[in-house]
């Protein structure tokens, strides 16, 4: 029996995915976000915080509690064949698939924090936005 599977047997695992990121706006400034001169009326402002991709991925937010993690329950999502056929009972393989639904190519993952690959554009606006996925666990005692 694998990990995951062990885990399930005796524990209900709530995974919680927040999200950060850092937000870059054109402004009317004449300099960009590192303080360095540009063109007048050219310029760029910066603004790092929490995310919540429910909402928009293009607005960031000061506190945590401002906004909804992206939750999967395991118990309430998969069956356990359906685990072991999708992600091979890796935990890590399940957590990433969900992560790059939001961050698209993930650049790096050190078990907890994974990083994109590339920033969102709005092409509209001409923001861009630099994402993480942060990962919480939490496990419950079974038949809960």
Same mark, same amino acid.
């Given at each position: 029996?694998n990990?995951?599977?062990? !885990? ?8 919680r995915?927040?999200f950060t990121?850092t937000l870059?706006?054109p ?9 360095e ?22 607005a960031v ?14 118990h ?10 999708r992600? @091979?009972?890796? !935990? ?15 650049d790096?993952?050190? @078990? ?5 690959a ?7 606006? @001409?923001?861009?936005?630099? !994402? ?12 809960r």
């Open positions: 029996m990990r995951l599977t062990q !885990l399930l047997t005796r524990t209900r695992p709530v995974v995915i927040y990121g870059i706006s402004d009317d400034s004449d300099t960009n976000v590192y303080g001169p540009v063109e007048e009326g050219c310029g760029q402002s910066m603004e790092s915080g929490w995310v919540d991709p429910n909402w928009s991925l293009m937010f000061p506190n945590k509690e401002d906004v909804r993690p992206t939750v999967i329950d395991l309430d999502q998969y069956d356990r064949e359906e685990l072991e056929e992600f @091979g009972g890796n !935990l890590d393989d399940m957590i990433l698939a969900k992560i790059s639904d939001t961050l698209g190519a993930i790096s993952w050190d @078990g907890e924090t994974a990083y994109a590339d920033p969102i554009e709005d092409y509209r606006t @001409g923001e861009s936005m630099m !994402l993480a996925a942060h990962v919480e666990i939490s496990y419950e005692k079974a038949g």
